[in-house]
């Protein structure tokens, strides 16, 4: 134990100049550095409260949400940079380049509905390392993790793009790119911040994690957040095909993630989501769907077929055609199975993840 004196120097020591000294930039997501800020400024506690109210929930812009906050010059907003918009010409989808404080270039995609809801498409990591074959992402391997900040400031960004279009952003989902858990803590500490009441208070049902099906992780993600969706991108139940179609498949054996679905169907109220990609002749055959039923016999899920946007690293792969899906969503249906059939948008624009800023890094590399 120190002598007082020697304590009295310590805290001295940390407050005025060390390990706790006040970076010289706070993220606006840090709530520890932001109290500290404010108390360091001697500020009532409600200048907080009215800035991440007018910034995280009412989105206004950075200089409405700044207005007047004493230690605005020392608080980071954004760590992304915009690099490129490009919307969609035929409906209501556009697309966020963006590039991190390292150069990197990441995907946000909107989508806005014909019913007026709003849907943000966030990414995790720049790449991945999941190596999907029907994937522009997973082509490029694995890069780097976004941090919490960079992940949280795609939602800044798309809410005060929104509200500027006087719209509000309605849903949040993981299916940028990268698979969020592999990024876990960081995955955890952005969901944190979005549903935390005093930050971005939004709805946890409001916001959905893909997975192509991380077992361990999805089971401790629906614990720790139960009412927070999580979809698994299953594509098979037959294990070869799986595994050609995902290649992270080898370390995850489908037992195991029939056991995660039935962990997660006792932790959480709701339906998993299954995402099934339609695939010609590859796994959207009669027999495929009736493997599927058996699989998911006595699991709580909803199924969502999704017709395929193909991408020219995969020319071999093709999307099943129209009545295809609607043969394969009736079988479902007939055995009792909950299935819908999901509309993309943005296939003017590139939007299933990874492709444009793949164009992107071909074009920087001069390669087309
Ligand atoms: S589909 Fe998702 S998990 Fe698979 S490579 Fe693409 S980003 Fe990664």
């Known amino acids: 134990m120190l002598p007082d004196s020697r304590r009295q120097l310590v805290v001295f020591l940390s407050e005025h100049k060390g390990v706790n000294a006040l970076p010289a930039v706070i993220s606006i997501f840090d709530t520890t550095a932001v109290e500290r800020l404010r108390r360091s400024l001697r500020l009532d506690?409600?200048?907080?409260?009215?800035?991440?109210?007018?910034?995280?929930?009412?989105?206004?812009?950075?200089?409405?949400?700044?207005?007047?906050?004493?230690?605005?010059?020392?608080?980071?907003?954004?760590?992304?940079?915009?690099?490129?918009?490009?919307?969609?010409?035929?409906?209501?989808?556009?697309?966020?380049?963006?590039k991190t404080a390292t150069g990197m270039l990441i995907e946000a995609v909107i989508l806005r509905i014909a019913s007026g809801r709003t849907t943000l498409c966030v990414s995790s990591q720049v790449g991945c390392a999941a190596s999907c074959e029907f994937c522009a992402t997973g082509k490029m391997?694995?890069?780097q993790n976004l941090s919490s900040a960079e992940i949280l400031d795609q939602v800044l960004q798309v809410g005060q793009l929104l509200a500027r279009e006087e719209r509000r952003l309605d849903n949040i989902v993981f299916m940028g790119m990268g698979e969020p858990f592999h990024n876990e803590d960081n995955l955890n500490d952005a969901l944190t911040v979005l549903t935390s009441?005093?930050?971005?208070?939004?709805?946890?049902?409001?916001?959905?994690?893909?997975?192509?099906?991380?077992?361990?992780?999805?089971v401790?993600?629906?614990?720790?957040?139960?009412?927070?969706?999580?979809?698994?991108?299953?594509?098979?139940?037959?294990?070869?095909?799986?595994?050609?179609?995902?290649?992270?498949?080898?370390?995850?054996?489908?037992?195991?993630?029939?056991?995660?679905?039935?962990?997660?169907?006792?932790?959480?109220?709701?339906?998993?989501?299954?995402?099934?990609?339609?695939?010609?002749?590859?796994n959207d055959s009669i027999d495929d769907a009736d493997d599927l039923i058996r699989w998911l016999d006595g699991v709580n899920v909803h199924v969502n077929l999704i017709p395929y946007n193909p991408i020219e690293d995969a020319p071999h792969l093709l999307g099943s055609d129209r009545d295809t899906i609607?043969?394969?969503?009736?079988?479902?249906?007939?055995?009792?199975?909950?299935?819908?059939i999901r509309y993309s948008l943005g296939n003017d624009i590139a939007a299933a993840c990874g492709q444009l800023v793949q164009k992107e890094n071909r074009k920087r590399n001069g390669v087309h």
Request: hydrophobic share 40%.
């Open 220 to 282: 401790r993600c629906a614990e720790r957040f139960p009412s927070v969706n999580l979809a698994l991108s299953l594509h098979s139940v037959k294990a070869e095909t799986r595994l050609k179609l995902i290649p992270l498949t080898q370390r995850h054996s489908l037992g195991d993630l029939r056991h995660a679905i039935r962990e997660i169907n006792r932790v959480q109220q709701h339906e998993l989501m299954i995402e099934y990609l339609m695939l010609a002749g590859q």
């Open 141 to 143: 391997g694995i890069a």
């Open 197 to 218: 009441p005093q930050l971005f208070a939004r709805s946890p049902k409001s916001i959905l994690v893909s997975t192509v099906g991380v077992p361990d992780a999805m």
């Open 45 to 98: 506690p409600e200048r907080v409260r009215v800035l991440r109210n007018r910034l995280l929930k009412k989105f206004e812009s950075d200089d409405d949400g700044l207005l007047g906050f004493p230690g605005r010059d020392q608080l980071q907003l954004h760590v992304l940079e915009q690099f490129r918009r490009v919307d969609s010409s035929i409906d209501g989808a556009s697309k966020l380049l963006l």
């Open 326 to 340: 609607d043969r394969f969503a009736v079988q479902l249906k007939g055995s009792g199975l909950k299935t819908t």
